[in-house]
């Protein structure tokens, strides 16, 4: 082995004698899984906005929707109370979804709505479930309710709401 000296990401990297290419090799990989996990990413990022039959509003905007999670919006068009369910902050969706749609973790956005509640903002936490299934449940029979889905997932009766 021999000291490289051309352009790799780290001091004192080695090549094999035999082939010379790691560095070409590098150059080709670290770009192409810089890529890939940047569709994996997106890919795993699409989410579905639900409500309750009783809800009026055909469409939200990604504002919208980032407003009502953090307790900013509180009602709909019509005057009535939004109900949020969330997924709680030890199912694997909600790290995701927190992420992309609030700008934190799923545990930063539990303590976010701590603080509205102790702050008197809001009476009391969204409703949180481990599952989908559990979440477009209480959606369904929880009059004003919205919640944020993975794209995919089934959703029964709830309203299904088109994000602009």
Known sequence: MRKWIGPLPFKGAKVDEASGKVGDLLRFVVPFMLLLSFFNFAQAAEFQLIANSSIEEQELSKNDVRQILLINRTTWKDGAKIVLVAFSPEAKEA?????????????????????????????????????????VERVTKTKGAFAVLPSGVATGTAKKIRLQ
Request: proline share 2%.
């Open 95 to 135: 790290e995701q979804l927190a992420l992309e749609l609030m700008n934190m973790t799923a545990l930063q956005a539990k303590k976010y709505w701590l603080t509205k509640v102790f702050s008197g903002v809001i009476s009391a936490l969204p409703f949180t479930e481990e599952s989908a299934q559990e979440i």
